[in-house]
Antibody, heavy 119, light 107 residues
Framework: EVQLVESGGGLIQPGGSLRLSCAASGFTVMSNYISWVRQAPGKGLEWVSV???????YYADSVKGRFTISRDNSKNTLYLQLNSLRAEDTAVYYC?????????????WGQGTLVTVSS | DIQMTQSPSSLSASVGDRVTITCQASQDISKFLNWYQQKPGKAPKLLIYDTSNLEKGVPSRFSGSGSGTDFTFTISSLQPEDIATYFCQQYDYLPITFGQGTRLEIK
């Protein structure tokens, strides 16, 4: 059974850093494209970043230069490093698996981890 | 970036009603349009992929159509468990973009 379990969220001051983790099971993180998608409280969904099966990475303009997506194949885990955090980064962050090695539909989502940026 | 304009933003309907949500892309995205359902406090769930394909296990009362820039999502007979927010999403181009969502309520 495919599962994605995020962790690492919390309350952080503006300008701070945080690393989110997404532990995958039931498939290997190298075999699918995997995105991070966030949702600010009461708002819609915003795509943040994707890592391709080949390792290429892409980011939304709103986080480019501040966030870094990566994976550890040996741990079957995906990461999102969040630096220079701003109040507008406050959101639930979801790890989301694309259906195969392409930017196809997202067929599995984690439960989300809440990041709150506030002083 | 491709803008996805979804309407209406909210909708109230009765059990058994036919419900339609539209999504318009700011440029041609061919068939690369998906629909998700999100219930409060939960992650989104894929319902329809590539415009009109029903995800496995999703009831057949859900359907999708369209191509290019104009897309439609339909619930043929609204059920109480369909109360949720629905989002369209394009993946023809990065960045992936979502519609702003349609909150569906029971009248």
């Amino acid at each position: 059974e495919v599962q994605l379990v995020e962790s690492g969220g919390g309350l952080i001051q503006p300008g701070g850093s945080l690393r989110l983790s997404c532990a995958a099971s039931g498939f290997t993180v190298m075999s699918n494209y995997i995105s991070w998608v966030r949702q600010a409280p009461g708002k819609g969904l915003e795509w943040v970043s994707v890592i391709y099966s080949g390792g290429s990475t892409y980011y939304a303009d709103s986080v480019k230069g501040r966030f870094t997506i990566s994976r550890d194949n040996s741990k079957n885990t995906l990461y999102l490093q969040l630096n220079s955090l701003r109040a507008e980064d406050t959101a639930v962050y979801y790890c989301a698996r694309h259906v195969d090695a392409s930017l196809g539909p997202i067929d599995y989502w984690g439960q989300g981890t809440l990041v709150t940026v506030s002083s | 970036d491709i803008q996805m304009t979804q309407s209406p933003s909210s909708l109230s309907a009765s059990v058994g009603d036919r419900v339609t949500i539209t999504c318009q892309a700011s440029q041609d995205i061919s068939k690369f349009l998906n629909w998700y359902q999100q219930k409060p406090g939960k992650a989104p769930k894929l319902l329809i992929y590539d415009t009109s394909n029903l995800e496995k296990g999703v009831p057949s009362r859900f359907s999708g159509s369209g191509s290019g820039t104009d897309f439609t999502f339909t619930i043929s007979s609204l059920q109480p468990e369909d109360i949720a927010t629905y989002f369209c999403q394009q993946y023809d181009y990065l960045p992936i973009t979502f519609g702003q969502g349609t909150r569906l309520e029971i009248k």
